[in-house]
């Protein structure tokens, strides 16, 4: 089974500060990785699919990259919106393994 | 608009059996693969099941493999998820999602609220 390790699992940081969530493979899921956000109480939100697709809707400080076994998602400016938790995910038709997640909280 | 709607979980004890419904409204079940994901209170993400359009295709993670059962009624544009053998490791919230396919590259992009189920004696 194909496993996800997420960094950091915490992170603090600053209205306006860049911020980067780093997921790794246990072996190369090529781009079928997913991005999501999820806030207390609530359901996830897709954020990111096939590594780099942003999802309708979403706004663009939100980027992914990366291909094989190492993948990032960057916000680029922090909002009060975004501290949340976020999710890393490889999928593909039929299963799809998460991440840990890493809670973005406010320094 | 698009909605999921979970229903059927609660209060259970440990080996004791609950079967999840998630009522579709705004999308044609038929025409995807679906999911279920759980989450313990306080912890992250689990996925448990798949299951292809046409239910040829079913899986399940190795957690819950042979005591929980996906299933759907496309008629009724509903999925299910049987749960039997419960244990206390199995509570948490339980969500059904849309899936990714290859004409549906975009995995989970529609959720449910979720249904708490709790397996306690």
């Known amino acids: 089974d194909i496993q996800m390790t997420q960094s950091p699992s915490t992170l603090s940081a600053s209205v306006g500060d860049r911020v980067t969530i780093t997921c790794r493979a246990s072996q190369s899921i090529n781009i079928w990785l997913a991005w999501y956000q999820q806030k207390p109480g609530k359901a996830p939100k897709l954020l990111i699919y096939?590594?780099?697709s942003l999802e309708s809707g979403v706004p663009s400080r939100f980027s992914g990259s990366g291909s094989g076994t190492e993948f990032t998602l960057t916000i680029s400016s922090l909002q009060p919106d975004d501290f949340a938790t976020y999710y890393c995910q490889q999928y593909d038709s039929y299963s799809g393994t998460f991440g840990q997640g890493t809670k973005v909280e406010i320094k | 608009e698009v909605q999921l709607v979970e229903s059927g979980g609660g209060l259970v004890k440990p080996g004791g059996s609950l079967r999840l419904s998630c009522a579709a409204s705004g999308l044609t079940l038929s025409s995807h693969n679906m999911n279920w994901v759980r989450q313990a209170p306080g912890k992250g993400l689990e996925w448990v099941s798949s299951i292809s359009s046409s239910s040829s295709y079913i899986n399940y993670a190795d957690s819950v493999k042979g005591r929980f059962t996906i299933s759907r009624d496309n008629a009724k544009n509903s999925l299910y998820l049987q749960m039997n053998s419960l244990r206390a490791e199995d509570t948490a919230v339980y969500y059904c999602?849309?899936?990714?396919?290859?004409?549906?590259?975009?995995?989970?992009?529609?959720w449910g609220q979720g249904t708490l189920v709790t397996v306690s004696s």
């Open positions: 096939k590594a780099s």
């Open positions: 999602a849309r899936g990714a396919s290859p004409t549906q590259i975009k995995p989970n992009d529609y």
